[in-house]
């Protein structure tokens, strides 16, 4: 049981630093520290985080023709702002894909969101409930940011999208997973409603919340892994969601793991949201660096803020 396959989908638009820059008022130099890739993925005119999805679960079910009356399941994980209220983006998805008889939902829990609607489908599928089960992951967190804010550390998010499916069959085992919410953060970020878009706004900048993400990291990693009966040096790879690199690089250093058991693609484009692991997948897999066996870490942490481990083996 677990991941059988995965696609990615990825939005026509780029913006760049010097795009930023001039919108903020940072300079070039400063941007390039939050976004190293010199530019990033955004959703032109008349794309939409839905649409690059379904895009991402047609490629994917494309390579998987999987009877579409036996996907019993789908899933749409991100961070709740779809772009249209009071919608579901799973239910628009399953009827422009023509999948009939599942049940369709959304699943909220920002960047965390798409490794919990994963565990959620595995459980499913694992259950009997199911024979297959499709989570899509997706957001537009590009449009979310104001860059006359100034609020420096959200200028690297970047919209693309994940769509992944759930079988017997699988690819990657879907072994366990912890996840845990400090609601004392709940106020650092949140949404307003500013000439009838949503813009994220900050909240009052309490102190700790980057040793928040390490100590979270790294005792969910050690939860997890001793629910396996397994240990740090058993790991293959620990992907974690690129929301900021100093983050990454920290938690692989309180776990004693070399940067060679990561993908860090920072330079590439900017934060994807919950698609960020399996774009670093997608990499593993093209350069020949992922084998059978492997046992994969993946962290993932969402505004609110929760933190989630998952453990995956390649069959």
Known sequence: MGIADYALAMPSGKLSVNDVSRESGYTVEKLGQILPSGKFSVLAEG????????????????????????????LYA?????????????????????????????????CNAGMVAVKLADDQV????????????????????EYGT????????ADGAAAVLISADAKYEVLGAAHHTDPQWVDSYYGEIKEGR?????????????EAFLDNFTALTHKVLGGLGQEVADVSYFLVTHGNQDT???????????????????????????????????????????????LVIVATAGSGFTWGVTAIRRT
């Open 47 to 74: 794309e939409t985080s839905w649409g690059l999805g379904r895009d991402a679960a047609a490629r994917l079910l494309a390579r998987n023709p999987v009877p579409l009356e036996e996907i019993g399941l789908v």
């Open 78 to 110: 991100g961070s709740s702002e779809w772009g249209t209220p009071f919608w579901s983006p799973a239910a628009k998805i399953a009827q422009e894909l023509g999948i009939a008889d599942a049940h369709c939902f959304e699943v909220s829990n920002f």
């Open 126 to 145: 694992r259950a009997g409930a199911h024979k297959h089960a499709l989570v899509i992951i997706s957001d537009r967190l590009s449009q979310l940011v």
């Open 150 to 157: 100034r609020y420096i550390e959200l200028f690297n998010f």
């Open 198 to 210: 949503v813009k994220v706004e900050r909240g009052e900048k309490l102190d700790g919340l980057g």
């Open 248 to 294: 990454h690089r920290k938690y692989l250093a309180a776990l004693g793991v070399d940067t060679s058991r990561s993908v860090f693609q920072y330079d590439l484009d900017g934060h994807l949201g919950g698609a960020d692991p399996f774009l670093a997948l997608e990499e593993l897999e093209r350069d020949g660096r992922i084998e059978s066996g492997d």
